[in-house]
Structures are given as structure tokens and as C-alpha cells.
Nanobody
Framework: EVQLVESGGGLVQPGGSLNLSCVYP????????RGWFRRSPGKAREGVAV???????LYADSVKGRFTISRDNSRNTVYLLMNSLRPEDTAMYYC???????????????WGQGTQVTVSS
């Protein structure tokens, strides 16, 4: 079983920042893309940002200009820097490994357990 482990979630005030991290195995067969997804209460899980092995990120419109995805292949870690956080960013954030530069979760087959982000004053 492939294990991805997220960290860095927490409670932050509107306008604040958080930096999520996800450590993954050195090799995941057929999965060179890494992504961040989120699920808010009562909503379906949605893609937030994804990135290929050499970079080339893709963002959801709702986070463009505020969130930055990056990866350190030497550390097997993918990050999500979240700035200018809003209450509507409150969600469980999941790290995933997949086989396409897409925000569609059908392309991602390995998932972490999630880390909670709450934006509230």
C-alpha cells in the first residue's frame, strides 16, 4: 500500500497563511504527478493544485494567485503554500499521486489521510 502523509494544517485567521507538506514514497509506479485536493463539509472533493515531476503546475481558478504548489524530488515531498486564506478555503486537504496533469481526481489513485485547514476569526 502506497502511503502519503500530509502535515501542516491548522486554524488560521482570514488573510493568514499555511504551508502544507506531503511526504510520499521514493517510487510510485506509474504516478509522476502530485496533487492537492480538498473536501469541504457537504461538498464533493475538488482539485486544488497539481504538479508534474519537472514543475508545470496547474491550479483551480479559486486559488490562482493565492496558492503555490511545489515539490522537492530529493526529499519526496510536495508542498502547498496557501496565502490570503479565506473562510471558504476551510476543508480537509488531501495529497495524492497520479498519472496526469489534471484536477480530476479520477487520475489519482493513491491518497493520504488528509490534514484539516480551518480559516476562521
Amino acid at each position: 500500500e502506497v502511503q502519503l502523509v500530509e502535515s501542516g494544517g491548522g486554524l488560521v485567521q482570514p488573510g493568514g497563511s499555511l504551508n502544507l507538506s506531503c511526504v510520499y514514497p521514493a517510487y510510485i509506479h506509474g504516478s509522476t504527478y502530485r496533487g492537492w485536493f480538498r473536501r469541504s463539509p457537504g461538498k464533493a472533493r475538488e482539485g486544488v493544485a497539481v504538479i508534474g515531476f519537472g514543475g508545470s503546475p496547474l491550479y483551480a481558478d479559486s486559488v490562482k494567485g493565492r496558492f503555490t504548489i511545489s515539490r522537492d524530488n530529493s526529499r519526496n515531498t510536495v508542498y502547498l503554500l496557501m496565502n490570503s486564506l479565506r473562510p471558504e478555503d476551510t476543508a480537509m486537504y488531501y495529497c495524492a499521486a497520479g498519472r496526469a496533469l489534471s484536477l480530476g481526481e479520477q487520475w489519482y489513485q493513491d491518497w493520504g489521510q488528509g490534514t484539516q485547514v480551518t480559516v476562521s476569526s
